[in-house]
């Protein structure tokens, strides 16, 4: 084309011309000019020319518009420049140029490099140049961008290869006579090497747990399987995305905020990109579908529809195949029934075809059934049997139930009659599409109904005798005999029902029964009804029915249907009815019978105990009159009326916990260190032979409660296991903490936390016999003298007065555990011990006290320990008196000292009263027993227990009047 604009030309002759410019360069026959033109004309063609060496020395305007790099940049650049690293590292370039020496042309289509590494496909060739003298000074590589295409034939290709192995999947899902697990590993092949991965698998999910248990998998390219259990969260955080039901798509693990701080794990099990398919049953998330690449890759649309498709079809194929399964169960499940019955149970199509028979048709024809199965009715009964059984046989496949009765004789001759019956069956279409059919042998059945005839005529005679008595029966009978209408509605009845209700038998025949029956029970009844016309039997069904004086009786009921009839005997149960409420009141007196007969109990042992320890103070105290006793002497009964006082408080505190009303004084304590303080003292109770095993929980918890009834309540149960061993053993103290309380005889129980302290031994154990009543007061099988039987009902009585309970276990001759549960609270710092606290206590300084106490020989006994201290007294009889005495300002006192219990306005009615008119007023209660106190506290207001000494009162008094503590 001499002198023609390259420009100028189209895009076909373009094309033309680079080939012949191909050809020329080929053959050495193109003049450098017209090669020039050519070589910068060619837009859509790159044309690169190097050296022998690979540099590049010529870069034409397509080769810039096609890769974006300027021929400034790549000039002296080697042509390896614009291939891939992967092509570059397997030496792609030197290999097209070894090539194109060798055969004049190295031709090629791959993926080579534009500017900014992105990525394009081309299809060109290099070619050898060579000089005048046919030297050899280069190479021209010419080529084209032809992704587009590419990509739409690899798609093409992709789509034509995933339409196959889905074709492929349904083929095997369908042949696959393997367990469930096996249709997984043929999903998992297909997916794995259509898609080029290198890991596959399905596992079972736990969604609470974040668990997935892989049983197998499929695996490519040197993967290892990673079939067990693996935790989600080890990998990521898309479990997340996958509870929600949502595919997880990761193209690379290490860019993914879901997986870049698990990328290494991900990378270890060939997982660098990964596809998550959730499979969701019943709205639970319970399976996955997994595909994993080792290196980055960007998943395709079409690819991801792909993996949705094979895990939507693996699914339906596991369901029906675990369908299949439950149905063949069941399939066996019914066989084994209907073998077991003697009678014929067969299901026929609409082509006389049998499609189940039992085995009974082994004895009836003489074949097994699967002989049966597949043959029709007239192969099977003959055609002239089933020309007998034709008229019936089309009646059910009109869809109505047929029963016939046939003369059908034995295989060996005998005879036999056979009750037949069939039962249409419905399609889903609600046409039939076959018969059930049931055939009993029923001669002994029918020959019993032909000597019954027989004795027609005489039953008939036997029938009208027995007709007059029964009519005589329905006469006399005190049973409410009835016969009534479906919808209730009296047919007939007999005189008894005139005797309970008053009404005749003409105002009652024709009446619905409902018209009687009391409103309260009209929807019970109307159930009752209801069940009848169902066909179900009644049997004492009870409910009220109007007098025709106005009261109401009740009336039970046994009742039975038969076609629109109920036919009914009915007894009047009201005296019944009266008599168990009469029981019911008997036995509520025996329980309070009961109670007193506990009381009375309670009151001999309190009285037998005070007794011995009056009688110790008693005597001490005839002695201590003496004038001549000696001092040693003096102060040994001295020191016997200070113990005797003690053990008479604690006795008294142990009824009081017992009853669950004794006044604690709760505070804050650790419990494991009580426990081991207990522990340390507990050698001396138990004795050398018992060994003492404490166990502590690895951190502190702490429990609200009276500290000197805690260490009794540990204390009296660990003397009970002590004597429980007789001395000898083993005695182990665990505390737990942060346990919940389970029910505990009936009681419910907490989620807590609560301190749970156990006290175990091995010693006899608790018989059964006994275990009700261990916490009963004076309870014990101990010997007479060795125990009083209030140590357990302290503990008990302490633990629900604290808030919690105890449990006991026993086994008789392996030990008994107590388990003690307390609430828990939050540590407090130690308060810090007054100095005054220690040493002897102070006395008065002339301060001025109202003592106020209704008791004459208390108050004043009181007012006398006042005055020895060096207080200045008045004393008030009552609480009204004492307000009184106090007036509007106080009158120069400085406290006030009131029991808590007195007749009229209480010591906390006075308190609080003084606490708003004399705010400053300091006031000391003073009690051994208080319901008030034990509900609601101090009230703000000091409290003195009940036996209290002299020292205790002075230290008290000392503490508010000094100002340490006036009022809170």
Same mark, same amino acid.
């Given at each position: 084309?001499?002198?023609?604009?390259?420009?100028?030309?189209?895009?076909?002759?373009?094309?033309?011309?680079?080939?012949?410019?191909?050809?020329?360069?080929?053959?050495?026959?193109?003049?450098?000019?017209?090669?020039?033109?050519?070589?910068?004309?060619?837009?859509?063609?790159?044309?690169?020319?190097?050296?022998?060496?690979?540099?590049?020395?010529?870069?034409?305007?397509?080769?810039?518009?096609?890769?974006?790099?300027? @021929?400034?940049?790549?000039?002296? #650049?080697?042509?390896?420049?614009?291939?891939?690293?992967?092509?570059?590292?397997?030496?792609?370039?030197?290999?097209?140029?070894?090539?194109?020496?060798?055969?004049?042309?190295?031709?090629?289509?791959?993926?080579?490099?534009?500017?900014?590494?992105?990525?394009?496909?081309?299809?060109?060739?290099?070619?050898?140049?060579?000089?005048?003298?046919?030297?050899?000074?280069?190479?021209?590589?010419?080529?084209?961008?032809? =992704?587009?295409?590419?990509?739409?034939?690899?798609?093409?290709?992709?789509?034509?290869?995933?339409?196959?192995?889905?074709?492929?999947?349904?083929?095997?899902?369908?042949?696959?006579?393997?367990?469930?697990?096996?249709?997984?590993?043929?999903?998992?092949?297909? *997916?794995?090497?259509?898609?080029?991965? #290198?890991?596959?698998?399905?596992?079972?999910?736990?969604?609470?747990?974040?668990?997935?248990?892989?049983?197998?998998?499929?695996?490519?390219?040197?993967?290892?399987?990673?079939?067990?259990?693996?935790?989600?969260?080890?990998?990521?955080?898309?479990?997340?995305?996958?509870?929600?039901?949502?595919?997880?798509?990761?193209?690379?693990?290490?860019? %993914?905020?879901?997986?870049?701080?698990?990328?290494?794990?991900?990378? @270890?099990?060939?997982?660098?990109?990964?596809?998550?398919?959730?499979?969701?049953?019943?709205?639970?998330?319970?399976?996955?579908?997994?595909?994993?690449?080792?290196?980055?890759?960007?998943?395709?649309?079409?690819?991801?529809?792909?993996?949705?498709?094979?895990?939507?079809?693996?699914?339906?194929?596991?369901?029906?195949?675990?369908?299949?399964?439950?149905?063949?169960?069941?399939?066996?499940?019914?066989?084994?029934?209907?073998?077991?019955?003697?009678?014929?149970?067969?299901?026929?199509?609409?082509?006389?075809?049998?499609?189940?028979?039992?085995?009974?048709?082994?004895?009836?024809?003489?074949?097994?059934?699967?002989?049966?199965?597949?043959?029709?009715?007239?192969?099977?009964?003959?055609?002239?049997?089933?020309?007998?059984?034709?008229?019936?046989?089309?009646?059910?496949?009109?869809?109505?139930?047929?029963?016939?009765?046939? %003369?059908?004789?034995?295989?060996?001759?005998?005879?036999?009659?056979? %009750?037949?019956?069939?039962?249409?069956?419905?399609?889903?279409?609600?046409?039939?599409?076959?018969?059930?059919?049931?055939?009993?042998?029923?001669?002994?059945?029918?020959?019993?109904?032909?000597?019954?005839?027989?004795?027609?005529?005489?039953?008939?005679?036997?029938?009208?005798?027995?007709?007059?008595?029964?009519?005589?029966?329905?006469?006399?009978? =005190?049973?409410?005999?009835?016969?009534?209408?479906?919808?209730?509605?009296?047919?007939?009845?007999?005189?008894?029902?005139?005797?309970?209700?008053?009404?005749?038998?003409?105002?009652?025949?024709?009446?619905?029964?409902?018209?009687?029956?009391?409103?309260?029970?009209?929807?019970?009844?109307?159930?009752?009804?209801?069940?009848?016309?169902?066909?179900? =039997?009644? $049997?004492?069904?009870?409910?009220?029915?109007?007098?025709?004086?106005?009261?109401?009786?009740?009336?039970?009921?046994?009742?039975?249907?038969?076609?629109?009839?109920?036919?009914?005997? $009915?007894?009047?149960?009201?005296?019944?009815?009266?008599?168990?409420?009469?029981?019911?009141?008997?036995?509520?007196?025996?329980?309070?019978?009961?109670?007193?007969?506990?009381?009375?109990?309670?009151?001999?042992?309190? @009285?037998? %105990?005070?007794?011995?320890?009056?009688?110790?103070?008693?005597?001490?105290?005839?002695?201590?009159?003496?004038?001549?006793?000696?001092?040693?002497?003096?102060?040994?009964?001295?020191?016997?009326?200070?113990?005797?006082?003690?053990?008479?408080?604690?006795?008294?505190?142990?009824?009081?916990?017992?009853?669950?009303?004794?006044?604690?004084?709760?505070?804050?304590?650790?419990?494991?260190?009580?426990?081991?303080?207990?522990?340390?003292?507990?050698?001396?109770?138990?004795?050398?032979?018992?060994?003492?095993?404490?166990?502590?929980?690895?951190?502190?918890?702490?429990?609200?409660?009276?500290?000197?009834?805690?260490?009794?309540?540990?204390?009296?149960?660990?003397?009970?296991?002590?004597?429980?061993?007789?001395?000898?053993?083993?005695?182990?103290?665990?505390?737990?903490?942060?346990?919940?309380?389970?029910?505990?005889?009936?009681?419910?129980?907490?989620?807590?936390?609560?301190?749970?302290?156990?006290?175990?031994?091995?010693?006899?154990?608790?018989?059964?016999?006994?275990?009700?009543?261990?916490?009963?007061?004076?309870?014990?099988?101990?010997?007479?003298?060795?125990?009083?039987?209030?140590?357990?009902?302290?503990?008990?009585?302490?633990?629900?007065?604290?808030?919690?309970?105890?449990?006991?276990?026993?086994?008789?001759?392996?030990?008994?555990?107590?388990?003690?549960?307390?609430?828990?609270?939050?540590?407090?710092?130690?308060?810090?011990?007054?100095?005054?606290?220690?040493?002897?206590?102070?006395?008065?300084?002339? #301060?001025?006290?109202?003592?106020?106490?209704?008791?004459?020989?208390?108050?004043?006994?009181?007012?006398?320990?006042?005055?020895?201290?060096?207080?200045?007294?008045?004393?008030?009889?009552?609480?009204?008196?004492?307000?009184?005495? *106090?007036?509007?300002?106080?009158?120069?006192?400085?406290?006030?000292?009131?029991?808590?219990?007195?007749?009229?306005?209480?010591?906390?009615?006075?308190?609080?009263?003084?606490?708003?008119?004399?705010?400053?007023?300091?006031?000391?209660?003073?009690?051994?027993?208080?319901?008030?106190?034990?509900?609601?506290?101090?009230?703000?207001?000091?409290?003195?227990?009940?036996?209290?000494?002299?020292?205790?009162?002075?230290?008290?008094?000392?503490?508010?009047?000094?100002?340490?503590?006036?009022?809170?």
């Amino acid at each position: 084309m001499p002198g023609r604009d390259l420009a100028a030309l189209s895009r076909e002759e373009l094309e033309a011309e680079v080939r012949r410019l191909r050809e020329r360069v080929r053959s050495g026959s193109m003049d450098a000019a017209r090669q020039n033109a050519v070589f910068e004309s060619a837009l859509d063609f790159a044309i690169i020319v190097t050296d022998r060496d690979g540099t590049i020395t010529g870069w034409n305007s397509g080769s810039e518009h096609v890769m974006g790099w300027t @021929a400034d940049e790549m000039r002296s #650049q080697n042509a390896g420049r614009f291939f891939t690293p992967e092509d570059r590292a397997n030496g792609r370039v030197a290999y097209e140029m070894t090539t194109a020496l060798r055969d004049g042309r190295a031709q090629d289509e791959r993926w080579h490099l534009k500017k900014g590494e992105e990525r394009f496909w081309a299809s060109g060739e290099m070619m050898a140049l060579r000089d005048e003298d046919d030297a050899h000074i280069g190479f021209v590589k010419i080529m084209r961008d032809r =992704t587009a295409e590419h990509l739409t034939g690899v798609a093409l290709r992709d789509g034509e290869v995933r339409r196959k192995a889905l074709l492929d999947l349904s083929d095997q899902l369908a042949e696959h006579d393997d367990d469930t697990a096996s249709l997984s590993d043929v999903a998992s092949r297909i *997916l794995g090497q259509v898609l080029g991965v #290198q890991l596959v698998g399905y596992g079972l999910v736990d969604p609470d747990a974040e668990t997935i248990t892989v049983e197998r998998d499929w695996t490519s390219g040197g993967a290892v399987s990673i079939a067990g259990t693996l935790q989600f969260r080890s990998f990521g955080s898309y479990i997340d995305d996958l509870k929600r039901g949502e595919m997880v798509v990761i193209d690379d693990a290490r860019n %993914d905020p879901r997986t870049a701080a698990q990328a290494a794990a991900l990378e @270890a099990v060939n997982a660098r990109a990964l596809v998550n398919t959730p499979v969701f049953e019943h709205g639970r998330f319970v399976a996955l579908l997994f595909v994993c690449s080792a290196t980055p890759r960007t998943w395709t649309e079409d690819e991801l529809g792909f993996i949705r498709e094979v895990a939507a079809r693996t699914r339906t194929a596991t369901a029906r195949r675990m369908a299949e399964s439950g149905l063949r169960t069941s399939e066996t499940q019914l066989r084994l029934v209907t073998d077991a019955l003697p009678f014929l149970v067969s299901f026929v199509d609409r082509t006389l075809t049998y499609q189940f028979a039992n085995a009974a048709y082994r004895d009836w024809f003489g074949k097994a059934p699967e002989e049966v199965v597949g043959r029709t009715i007239p192969e099977i009964a003959g055609a002239d049997g089933y020309a007998v059984r034709r008229a019936q046989i089309e009646r059910a496949l009109a869809g109505e139930p047929v029963q016939m009765d046939l %003369d059908w004789p034995r295989r060996d001759g005998g005879r036999r009659i056979a %009750d037949i019956r069939y039962l249409p069956r419905y399609d889903a279409s609600g046409a039939v599409d076959g018969f059930y059919v049931f055939v009993q042998d029923v001669t002994a059945l029918r020959d019993a109904s032909t000597v019954l005839t027989q004795r027609a005529d005489t039953l008939a005679q036997e029938v009208a005798k027995r007709t007059a008595e029964r009519d005589e029966v329905w006469r006399l009978a =005190t049973d409410l005999l009835s016969v009534l209408h479906i919808d209730g509605r009296m047919v007939t009845c007999n005189p008894a029902w005139t005797t309970a209700l008053g009404w005749s038998e003409a105002e009652l025949v024709g009446r619905s029964v409902f018209d009687l029956i009391h409103p309260d029970d009209q929807e019970h009844s109307t159930v009752g009804l209801a069940g009848l016309a169902r066909g179900e =039997t009644v $049997t004492g069904f009870e409910n009220r029915y109007q007098h025709k004086d106005g009261s109401y009786r009740w009336l039970s009921w046994n009742a039975v249907p038969t076609g629109d009839r109920i036919f009914s005997t $009915t007894r009047d149960v009201t005296a019944a009815k009266e008599q168990a409420l009469a029981l019911e009141a008997t036995a509520e007196a025996l329980r309070q019978s009961q109670k007193m007969e506990a009381v009375g109990q309670l009151t001999g042992g309190v @009285a037998h %105990d005070f007794n011995n320890l009056l009688t110790i103070i008693r005597s001490s105290v005839d002695f201590l009159r003496r004038p001549d006793l000696p001092e040693e002497r003096r102060k040994r009964y001295m020191d016997a009326v200070s113990d005797t006082v003690e053990r008479a408080a604690k006795l008294t505190g142990q009824l009081l916990a017992f009853a669950r009303r004794q006044a604690l004084t709760p505070e804050v304590l650790n419990v494991g260190d009580r426990l081991r303080a207990v522990a340390d003292m507990l050698d001396t109770v138990t004795g050398a032979r018992v060994r003492v095993i404490t166990q502590l929980a690895d951190h502190a918890c702490f429990i609200k409660a009276d500290l000197s009834q805690f260490e009794t309540a540990l204390v009296n149960m660990a003397v009970n296991a002590r004597d429980a061993m007789d001395g000898e053993g083993t005695l182990t103290l665990r505390l737990g903490c942060g346990a919940a309380m389970p029910v505990i005889r009936n009681h419910a129980g907490a989620d807590g936390p609560f301190a749970k302290i156990e006290l175990s031994d091995t010693g006899s154990g608790i018989a059964e016999a006994d275990m009700g009543r261990i916490f009963e007061p004076f309870f014990t099988t101990k010997e007479v003298g060795k125990g009083t039987g209030l140590g357990l009902s302290q503990v008990f009585g302490f633990a629900k007065q604290s808030g919690g309970d105890v449990e006991v276990q026993s086994v008789v001759g392996a030990g008994t555990t107590f388990t003690l549960y307390l609430p828990e609270v939050a540590e407090e710092a130690e308060p810090e011990t007054p100095d005054e606290e220690s040493g002897p206590a102070p006395g008065g300084t002339g #301060q001025k006290v109202l003592v106020v106490e209704d008791n004459i020989e208390v108050g004043t006994f009181a007012t006398q320990i006042l005055e020895d201290l060096g207080y200045r007294t008045e004393w008030a009889a009552n609480a009204e008196s004492a307000l009184i005495r *106090l007036g509007t300002d106080g009158d120069g006192f400085e406290v006030v000292f009131s029991d808590v219990v007195m007749p009229g306005m209480g010591g906390i009615a006075l308190a609080e009263e003084l606490r708003r008119r004399l705010p400053r007023l300091p006031v000391v209660l003073a009690s051994g027993y208080s319901h008030v106190l034990v509900e609601n506290g101090e009230h703000g207001f000091e409290l003195l227990h009940k036996p209290y000494s002299a020292d205790q009162l002075s230290r008290v008094l000392r503490r508010i009047t000094t100002g340490k503590r006036r009022y809170r």
